[in-house]
C-alpha cells in the first residue's frame, strides 16, 4: 500500500520577517567568508585558490618552479601550457560549483599584467589588453602557473596547513596556501560583500618583504618606521602617486582612506615652438580606451578649447599624444585641466578589510596585516619542521631494522628460506617492530648487496643531526624568526628592486590638487572689437580697429551702431538691461565680424522687449556705477554681478516705473561721483558716500521735485569735471573750479557750468 503524504502537512507557520532575517543572515555570511572577502593569509578568494589548486593538480607547474613545488617523478612534470576551458571544467567540475564565466574571468584576471602586480597566471593567447576587450574564448586560450604562484604554494604538500573535503565530499582542497608569496599585499584585492567591502591596491614585494623583517627584528616598531620602508602602493600600469606622505601614512595607519593616482607625462618639443605633451601611463583601474573617449569628449564638446587633439600611439607601451590649441597654452595649466576633467587623475580606495586567522573579517591597518601574515608563517614553518620530524622517526625506524639485517644477514636470509613465518620469527629473535620486518621481507634481493655498514650509518647520523636541529627549531621562537628572516632573504632576492619583476613602477612624488583653472586660461587671449547695434545684433571683429569704423560697419536697413569698445578674446562681457538684470557673455562665443553677427538674444535670455543700457568688459578688480531713473543707486563689483547661467541676475531692483539708467566703470582713481537730472541740476559728492553692494535698491544720490535722474559719473576731483562740447570738433571741456556743486549726497543740486551739454549728459 501507498504510503501518501500530504505536502502542506510539512509547511511550518513562521512570522516572515523572522524567517527572512534568518535566511539572509546565512547568505550574507556566505557571501562575506566565502566569496568577497580575501584570507589575509594568502591573499586569495575560494575561486582563485581553486584555481591555482586545479592547474597545480594538472601539473602545470612554471619552467624552473622550485623543486618542492614539482613532484616527486621528474619525468611526470609538465611545464607545457594546457587549454583554459580544461582548467575552468576541473575547478567547477570538483571545488567551485559556480557559472564556468564567472571562473573563466577570474583565471583571466590572474593572468593580466595589468590588473595584477605580479600575475599568478602564465596566459598564452588573448587574455584582454588595457584598452577593455575581452580575452578570447577559454577554448582558444592556454595557461601555466608562474613562479609567483609557485612560491604561493610552497609547502602544500608538507603538512604546513589543513585540508577539507569539497563540496562533494570527492576530493580534498586546502583551506589556505602556506607559501611565502606576500600576495594580499603584493597583488591586492576587491570585493563587495554584504554591507561591507575590500579595496586593497597592489604592493611592491620587496618592500613588504623588508616591512615584515622589520616586524621580526622589532615587534614593537612604530608605524612609521614601517612607512618609510613601503612607500605606498605600487601600481601595475605605474602612474605617480601624488598624496602628501602624513596623508598616506594616515590610510595605512587605519586601514581605511584614498589615495589620489596620476598619469605620468613629459613634455616633447617639436620645434618652431611647438609642443605635445605625452603620456606614458595611466592610473590602475583606468582603460586606455575609456580615457582617450573622455579626452575627446572634452575637444568636440568645446570644454577644453586650449586642447587640440589628442592620438593614441600606444604599442606595446602607452603613448597617449595630447597637442594644445596653440603654442602660447601653458602646459601645466592644460594638464591640471586634465586631471580635473578626466580620468588621468583618480582616487584608489584603500579598505584592507580580510579575513583573518579565524574567518572573521575585520579592517586592519599595515602592521597589524604583516603581524598577522608572519604569525601564519611561523604557525607552517613549525608545521613543517613537525611533518618532517615525522618522516624522518619514519625513516630511522626503517633504518635501524636495515643495520640490523645486515649484522645478521646470513641468519635472515636463513629465516626467510626455512620458516614458514618469518616475519614472526625476526620479529621475536632481533626484536624488530611489524614496520621493520615488513620492510626487509619486502627488499628485493639485489639491494642486499646495498646494505653496507657504512653507507646506513651515514644516513643515520644525517637525519639524528636533522632531527636535532628541526627539534630545536620547533622549540625555539628566536630560531622560528631566525629562519624566517632567512627565508624571506632568499624570496626577496627573486623580487629584488632591481630586477626587472620587482623594480618600482609607480612613483610618490607629492602634488597640490588640480586647481581650477579660469575659462580665461584655456582660451587663446586674442584682441577683437566688439560691436552691438541697436537691435540688439552683436559681433566681434578681429583685432583693435579703430572705434570710428562702427560707424561705417554694415548693418541691416534700420539698424545702426549702439555699443564700440575693444576686448580680448579671454573677457566676460557684462550686458545689463533697463529691468536692473545683468547677463554675461564670453568674449570668444561672440559670432564673426563679416556678416551682420547674431541677435543677442539668442545668447542669453533677454526679457520681452527690455532696453539694453549697456555693455562692457568685466574685469578681475572693477567696479561699476549703477543708477536707477528715480535717483537711487550704488557702487558694485563687477566679479558680483557675472552671471553662471543664461537667465542672468538681478542686480538692481528697482521701484515702481523706475528703469537702470546709468551703468558706467569707476576708475581706480575717482573719488567723487557727479549727477545730474533731468531738472537739469548738478551736484557733485565724495564716492565713499555710496556704499558698494551685490545687489539692492542703493541709497538715494540726488533729490527731485519733478522728473528724475539723467546722468552720473564718477571721476578724480583734481582732475576736474570733463563734458563734450558738441558737434564734430571732437572738443572737451573741463571744469576744475567745482566748489559750487560739492553738496552732501541726496541734495537736490544747482544748475550745470555754462556750456554743459543740453541733452544732460557727460559724455
Known sequence: MTDFRDPFDSIKNHPFDTALSERYLVYALSTITARSLPDLRDGLKPVHRRLLWAMRLLRLEPSGAAPDVLVANPARNNTSYKK????????????????????????????????????????????????????????????????????????????????????????????????????????????????????????????IIDAATLLIEQPSAEHAQLMEIVRGPDMPTGGVLVDSASTISDAYESGRGSLRVRAKWHQEDEGRGQWIAVITEIPFQVQKSKLIEQIAALITDKKLPILADVRDESDEEIRIVLEPRARTVEVDVLMDSLFRLTDLETRFSLNMNVLDASNTPRVLGLKEVLTQWLAHQIDVLVRRAQHRLDKIAARLELLDGYIIAYLNLDRVIEIIRTEDEPKDVMMAEFGLTDRQAEAILNMRLRSLRKLEEMELRREHAELLEERDDLEK??????????????????????????????KRRTAVEEAAIAREIPLEAMIEREPITVLLSQRGWIRAMKGHVDLSASETAKYKEGDGP???????????????????????????????GRGFGEPVRLMVDLDGDTEIVALLPATPDGKMLLAASDGRGFVAAMGDVIAETRKGKQVVNLKGKAKLAVVHAIAASADSIAVIGENRKLLIFPLAELPQMARGQGVTLQRYRDGGLSDAIAFRMEEGLSWAMGGDSGRTRTETDLALWRVARGAAGRMPPVGFPRNNRFG
Not at 577570474?106 to 599584467?113: E, I, P, S
Open 84 to 207: 583554459c576551458a580544461r582548467v575552468v571544467g576541473d575547478v567547477i567540475g570538483k571545488y567551485h560549483p559556480h557559472g564556468d564565466a564567472s571562473v573563466y574571468d577570474a583565471m583571466v584576471r590572474l593572468a593580466q599584467d595589468f590588473s595584477l602586480r605580479t600575475p599568478l597566471v602564465d596566459g598564452q593567447g588573448n587574455f584582454g589588453n588595457i584598452d577593455g576587450d575581452n580575452a578570447a574564448a577559454m577554448r582558444y586560450t592556454e595557461a601555466r602557473l608562474t613562479q609567483a604562484a609557485a612560491d604561493l604554494m610552497l609547502g602544500l604538500d608538507e603538512g604546513t596547513v589543513d585540508f577539507r573535503p569539497t563540496y562533494n565530499g570527492e576530493e580534498e582542497e586546502p583551506e589556505v596556501f602556506p607559501g611565502l608569496f606576500p600576495n594580499l599585499l603584493a597583488n591586492g584585492a576587491a570585493g563587495i560583500a554584504v554591507g561591507m567591502a575590500t579595496s586593497i591596491p597592489p604592493h611592491n614585494v620587496a618592500e
Open 473 to 502: 627549531l620547533v622549540a625555539s621562537k628566536d630560531r622560528q624568526k631566525t629562519r624566517l628572516k632567512k627565508d624571506l632573504a632568499a624570496l626577496r632576492k627573486r623580487y629584488a628592486p632591481d630586477s626587472e619583476l620587482g
Open 562 to 592: 549702439l555699443f564700440a569698445f575693444h576686448a580680448q578674446t579671454t573677457d566676460k562681457l557684462l550686458l545689463a538691461c533697463a529691468n536692473g538684470r545683468f547677463y554675461t557673455l564670453g568674449a570668444d562665443k561672440l559670432p564673426g
